[in-house]
């Protein structure tokens, strides 16, 4: 470990980036963004999915190159060209999963290349002694000649961690490390945390449970599609305030004209489940689809969104409740089951759950028609071509090529043909998870015109989004999600911004001061 | 149904092309051709003839890589059929005989494609089991013995004539365009190209794509089979122990050489056999220029190495790698 030269009474800069930028293509995943963390500090960076967490986090350790911007660690410009130079400069990171060798073991994992030897040979008695040594400074006290794999996941991180920091990391970037530890195992990972800052080493928290950013951080960062939102002592930061800096509205955007048209009971309802919902990853709840109706999904992160499209969808299979369409009782065991029954689902994760990149436009859009219809009636060359051109006409995708593979496409681009894909089945019911992440500006208004189109032919529309204003603007009704389960309904009026925040920090003590 | 060459087929023809001016460098009669007893005879129809058995089992092969899997059995499963065949033949009529043999592939096929597509087991792992096991079920069928039979219908199979085209050239085409039209005819050939370009994007477009990925084992199995009564058919008795061995890495050869990615997508059944061919001209050739087969080898491993330089991903690291090295070098 390396020792800073004179122990700072406030926080100097260790660690300060400024007007990082990074595109992929025309989507810029980070634009113009400022963070600077101080010696000692435990510093979260936080938003939703796609916000750019990770692309920065890949930028600064020089796993992508960057397009723009400085880093400076310790007032020394760097500029690493890969994860091994960051580590040689003082940054260390530690993934979700963990990137050591489970076969070996602890000691092994702990010194892999640098083991002590003496004439060339491995002192095995030497390296456990050291690493036991090692290891009880962050309050394990376990058998390190045991495979890395016969520990849990927390001693996994923790021993990532050991290894990283004795590698002489100033700053310690951990991405989402808590996402598979249970509550005993978090803490233990805490007063790991609150150990390095009191020895003067930097960390980035990245994660997704506020809970958990109120408890160890001292700042926090907040990014939005690539956009720095701010950054604010944790301290002075109450929860409502902290929940509309990642989805609340953005000063310098748009706002979008709220769609006139109010709910309407009178509109006959198409498909309705009651008590739907599956132990262990979704609370039951009852939701009723109308025809020319969009509903809206609201929630953190991890609230059980996306959770409730795969279940609507049947790509997870319900154990409790019931579903109908137009009022018969119908099976929802697949995703085949839900397109038989004119659903359709455009997934949030566009390119391991949407595109196939390899096939073209058409191929891609003409799918789930050609798989609803079954083998033995396949489209025509004539009729796919027929269709495929009539979405790209009417979506206006880019560049109007049927024959291209759809991998090279952008995003805004894929997600048009996403959505054709469906169209094209004459759908009763459309999920939408996120359907504007990840695109461009044009692109992303396009959309949302579309999904008020699509409303107005009379489907019915279950839209899931991180960006309040924009279901806002579309919605009919917005269904407010917290902790995996469905805790309130805003219809009429009552669907706005400020109302949807409330809802999504009731259960926040520091949200009623700010509420009142 | 289109049975074109591709565009993306340019490269297998002008190899096919290569090679075959090779053959003729080294034998000036390779193209020469005479009829007799009302059959072709030359170089030529040799090369079709003796590539018939991994023509055919690249034509099951290649459904089962465009859905991302992989089938190590068949050659096991050739064994077993041609097993299967040559027990029966000289007891029973040649329908019976045929129809037993790919009922054998057939289950072949659904255990490998259930073990895959039900059971979720990798496609390697899943079809090893098979291609170890296989061996030891046609000896048991065998009896351990190499079974021969005098049956002229078989025989027939292996070495008669129709059209003037040996009968197992004429089975392979037969083959080739039932599959085409099977595959190409339905919107089968589009799914298999879902399931393997994106299995999970597939399926949640309501994709039956264990449907998909059943279907293409058990049709690699009834290749496999038609394949295995060929070579049984031609050395007139069933061998347990060498029918068809090491013919499953000559058929995922076949299916690479013809542009099939190992991770699924886009395949193309033509340019598959149009592998078998290189691969088979190249064999000939060599035996034809008097070098010693285990040349043969050599030369196939050359060729694979090529082929997988030319499809690899990271060529294109490597060279920008290089370009960095050599910039970066003081
Ligand atoms: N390698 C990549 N190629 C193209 N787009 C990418 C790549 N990595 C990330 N993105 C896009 O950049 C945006 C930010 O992603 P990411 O940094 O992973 O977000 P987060 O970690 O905050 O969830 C997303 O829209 C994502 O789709
Ligand atoms: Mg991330």
Redesign the interface.
């Known amino acids: 470990m390396s020792d800073s030269s004179a122990p700072p009474a406030t926080r100097p800069a260790l660690l300060d980036i400024r007007g990082l930028t990074k595109s992929f293509g025309a989507l810029k995943a980070l634009d113009d963004v400022d963070f600077t963390l101080g010696e000692g500090e435990i510093h979260a960076l936080l938003g939703e999915n796609g916000a750019g967490k990770s692309t920065l986090i890949k930028v600064v350790t020089g796993v992508f190159a960057r397009d723009a911007g400085t880093v400076r660690l310790a007032n020394r410009e760097i500029a690493p060209r890969s994860a091994k130079d960051a580590l040689d400069a003082g940054i260390a990171t530690v993934y979700q999963e963990v990137n050591l060798l489970p076969n070996l073991s602890v000691a092994q994992n702990l010194y892999l290349g640098r083991q002590p030897t003496r004439f060339g040979v491995v002192r095995e008695a030497e390296m456990k002694r050291r690493a036991h040594a090692l290891l009880l400074d962050y309050g394990l006290d376990i058998d390190v000649g045991a495979p890395l794999a016969s520990y849990s996941v927390a001693v996994q991180h923790i021993t990532a961690i050991a290894r990283a920091v004795d590698l002489s990391a100033r700053v310690l970037i951990l991405d989402e490390p808590t996402a598979s530890l249970d509550r005993h195992e978090v803490e233990i990972l805490f007063k790991v945390m609150r150990k390095l800052a009191a020895d003067g080493i930097g960390i980035v928290f990245v994660s997704h449970f506020l809970d958990q950013v109120y408890e160890i951080c001292d700042r926090v960062t907040v990014l939005r599609n690539g956009r720095l939102i701010g950054s604010r002592e944790i301290a002075q930061l109450p929860r409502l305030d902290l929940i509309r800096m990642m989805l609340g509205r953005e000063l310098a955007e748009t706002t979008h004209e709220r769609a006139a048209s109010q709910p309407d009971t009178a509109r006959e309802v198409c498909v309705s489940f009651k008590g739907f919902g599956k132990q262990g990853y979704l609370a039951p709840f009852d939701l009723e689809l109308r025809r020319g109706e969009v509903v809206g999904l609201a929630g953190l992160l991890g609230s059980g969104r996306t959770e409730t499209a795969r279940l609507v969808?049947g790509?997870e299979r319900a154990d409790s409740g019931a579903a109908t369409v137009d009022g018969k009782a119908i099976r929802l065991n697949?995703?085949?089951d839900?397109?038989?029954l004119g659903f359709g689902?455009c997934?949030e994760e566009r390119k391991?759950?949407?595109?196939?990149?390899?096939?073209t436009v058409r191929?891609n859009i003409?799918?789930?028609l050609?798989?609803?219809?079954?083998?033995?009636?396949?489209?025509s060359r004539r009729e796919q071509d027929e269709i495929a051109l009539r979405y790209i006409r009417m979506l206006d995708i880019r560049p109007p090529d049927p024959e291209r593979p759809i991998g090279l496409l952008s995003g805004g681009n894929q997600q048009k043909a996403l959505l054709a894909?469906w169209l094209a089945t004459s759908p009763k019911l459309l999920v939408l998870d996120e359907p504007t992440r990840g695109i461009d500006v044009g692109a992303h208004a396009e959309i949302i015109r579309l999904v008020r189109d699509l409303c107005e032919q009379g489907l019915a529309l279950l839209v899931i989004s991180s960006e309040l204003d924009e279901i806002v603007t579309y919605s009919n009704r917005v269904i407010v999600l917290r902790d995996r389960a469905h805790v309130e309904e805003l219809k009429g009026d009552a669907v706005e911004v400020s109302s949807i925040l409330a809802a999504i920090a009731a259960d926040a003590p520091a949200a009623q001061e700010v509420a009142s | 149904m289109t049975l074109r060459i591709p565009r993306r087929g340019l490269a297998q023809a002008f190899a096919l092309i290569v090679i075959l001016m090779i053959d003729r460098a080294v034998s000036p009669q390779f193209f020469n051709l005479h009829l007799q007893d009302g059959r072709l005879f030359g170089s030529v129809i040799d090369v079709l003839n003796r590539g018939t058995p991994v023509a055919l089992l690249s034509l099951g092969m290649v459904l089962v890589i465009a859905t991302g899997g992989i089938d190590l059995s068949v050659g096991a499963v050739m064994a077993i059929a041609g097993a299967t065949a040559a027990s029966l033949a000289d007891t029973h009529s040649l329908p019976v005989v045929i129809a037993s043999a790919l009922a054998v592939g057939l289950a072949c096929g659904l255990w490998n494609g259930i073990l895959v597509a039900v059971l979720r087991i990798q496609p390697i792992v899943a079809t090893l089991i098979l291609m170890v096991a296989g061996r030891g079920i046609a000896q048991l069928i065998t009896e351990g013995r190499i079974v021969t039979f005098t049956s002229p219908d078989l025989v027939w199979m292996g070495n008669g004539a129709v059209f003037g085209l040996p009968t197992p050239v004429a089975i392979a085409i037969g083959m080739l365009l039932l599959t085409a039209a099977v595959v190409r005819?339905?919107?089968?050939g589009?799914?298999i190209?879902?399931t393997g370009?994106?299995a999970?994007?597939?399926?949640?477009?309501?994709?039956?794509t264990r449907a998909m990925i059943l279907s293409v084992y058990i049709w690699c199995g009834i290749c496999a089979a038609l394949a295995g009564v060929i070579a049984a058919a031609d050395i007139m008795g069933a061998d347990a122990n060498n029918a068809g061995l090491w013919l499953e890495l000559d058929a995922i050869l076949a299916v690479v050489v013809g542009g099939t990615s190992l991770f699924g997508?886009?395949f193309s059944l033509v340019l598959a056999v149009a592998g078998a061919l290189i691969i088979q001209s190249m064999n000939t050739g060599i035996l034809l220029s008097g070098y010693p087969p285990e040349l043969n080898l050599l030369v196939k491993a050359v060729v694979v190495l090529a082929v997988l330089l030319a499809q690899s991903p990271r060529l294109g690291d490597i060279q920008r790698f290089t370009a960095r090295w050599r910039r970066t070098k003081p």
């Open positions: 969808f790509a697949s995703p085949r839900a397109a038989g689902y997934p391991t759950e949407g595109i196939v990149a390899e096939l191929e003409v799918l789930a050609q798989a609803r219809r079954g083998l033995h009636r396949p489209l894909r | 005819g339905t919107a089968l589009l799914l190209e879902a370009g994106n999970r994007a597939s399926e949640l477009s309501g994709v039956g997508g886009r």
